[in-house]
């Protein structure tokens, strides 16, 4: 029973760790990588869908992305779906191919984005936590419901605090690792 609490509070520990780092994957950066336009969605046939389901997004340079529309009469709506989505992107459209130069960060905005990985740092460390009292409250039940001992109870808070620590230290390096980014010029 122990070890059932301490397995899922650690699939859900490590679900809030895959969550920042997709949150961290959509902060923009100065370089280009082909996951930014990922949650860029254009009307296809009436459907909002990803740009990469409806064409390939390739990198061109490091600084530059290059998206071929599968089929030619969506390049204007996938350019339209760019320049409207909040990433600031300001794509040329050349015919068969739409270029997307990603501009160098302001030393402001990069101030701004450190603030925003802070913050979605901070969600991720409280959602962990979150995980970590509901663990020790499935224990407490188990204690009052005398389907474990006291020793057993007080083992398992212990390890579930590791698990909380392990994964709060995780988030720790990726915010280190993103604000690093976010710096270098």
Do not use: C
Request: aromatic share 2%; no cysteine; charged share 35%.
């Amino acid at each position: 029973m122990i070890a059932d609490v301490k397995k899922n509070a650690e699939h859900k520990m490590q679900r809030s760790l895959e969550m920042l780092k997709a949150d961290f994957a959509k902060v923009r950066t100065g370089r280009a990588h082909t996951g930014l336009l990922d949650h860029v969605m254009v009307d296809y046939y009436g459907s909002p869908t990803p740009v990469p389901q409806v064409a390939s997004v390739t990198l061109v340079d490091a600084r530059t992305l290059g998206v071929t529309a599968w089929e030619k009469k969506l390049m204007g709506q996938i350019e339209k779906a760019i320049r409207d989505s909040d990433l600031g992107l300001n794509p040329a459209n050349s015919g068969d191919i739409i270029r997307v130069p990603m501009p160098a960060l302001t030393e402001e905005r990069r101030r701004d984005l450190t603030k925003v990985v802070r913050s979605e740092a901070e969600n991720a460390r409280v959602s962990i936590r979150n995980v970590r009292r509901d663990a020790n409250d499935q224990l407490k039940k188990l204690l009052k419901d005398k389907s474990i001992s006291e020793d057993d109870e007080r083992r398992g808070q212990d390890e579930v605090q590791k698990l909380t620590d392990k994964h709060i230290v995780e988030v720790d390096k990726m915010l280190q690792a993103k604000e690093a980014e976010l710096m270098a010029i």
